[in-house]
Every structure is written in structure tokens, then in C-alpha cells.
């Protein structure tokens, strides 16, 4: 069973940047297939990026495009989301997430089968 736990939330000022953590268990391939998601209230579970399982190719959405980064270190089973120049309109659930197919583009809520609790990120002045 795949579990994933999401850290590093937090409010913060506009401008800054913060980065979020997710530690993957029981993924039994050598590199993590997550993506990252958010959701505000009263809106759509939105994706903003994805790391693909050769460790390497990453997709952002255009919301957060040349402001985020997701990455991964495959030997602590862990997938991170560098969040850089944050502005109000970035305050969000934040979930980590993993598919068990393959994952269409942009990306879609209903091709992850595994959830993370999800972790608060507020941007505010």
C-alpha cells in the first residue's frame, strides 16, 4: 500500500519562498512518479507539477511555471516542491499524490489512486 505524508506548510509573506516535503512509502520502484496538487476553497483540486519516474522530467502547470520546482531524492523516498516568489493567490491545500497508470497532461485528479493528508500553505501580508 503506497502512503504519503506531506510536511513543511506555513504561512508566509509574499515574495518568499517554501519548500514542501513528501516522504513515499511502500512505492517499490527505484524513482517516485508524484505529483503535487493544491486546492483552494471554493475552487477545483488544481495539479502544478509532476516528476516523472526517471527522476528527471517535470511538468508544471502555467500557474506556477519558472516559480516552482519539484524534485526528489529517490534514496529517502522523499519528493520536495521548492516554492519560490509566492503570491497571495498560491494559499492552497497543498497534496502530494501518486498514480498507478499512466498520468494525462494537464494534470487530472482522477488519474492519482494515492493521497496524501495535505499541508496549509498561506501567502499573505
Known amino acids: 500500500q503506497v502512503q504519503l505524508v506531506e510536511s513543511g506548510g506555513g504561512s508566509v509573506r509574499p515574495g518568499t519562498s517554501l519548500t514542501l516535503s513528501c516522504v513515499v512509502s511502500?512505492?517499490?520502484?527505484?524513482?517516485?512518479?508524484v505529483a503535487w496538487f493544491r486546492q483552494a476553497p471554493g475552487k477545483e483540486r488544481e495539479g502544478v507539477a509532476y516528476?516523472?519516474?526517471?527522476?528527471?522530467?517535470?511538468y508544471y502547470a502555467d500557474s506556477v511555471k519558472g516559480r516552482f520546482t519539484i524534485s526528489q531524492d529517490s534514496a529517502k523516498n522523499t519528493v520536495f516542491l521548492q516554492m519560490n516568489s509566492l503570491k497571495p493567490d498560491d494559499t492552497a491545500m497543498y497534496y502530494c499524490?501518486?498514480?498507478?497508470?499512466?498520468?494525462?497532461?494537464?494534470?487530472?485528479?482522477?488519474?492519482?489512486?494515492?493521497w496524501g493528508q495535505g499541508t496549509q500553505v498561506t501567502v499573505s501580508s
Open positions: 511502500g512505492w517499490t520502484y527505484r524513482y517516485l512518479r
Open positions: 499524490a501518486a498514480p498507478s497508470a499512466s498520468v494525462r497532461l494537464p494534470l487530472n485528479k482522477d488519474d492519482f489512486d494515492y
Open positions: 516528476i516523472y519516474n526517471d527522476g528527471r522530467t517535470t
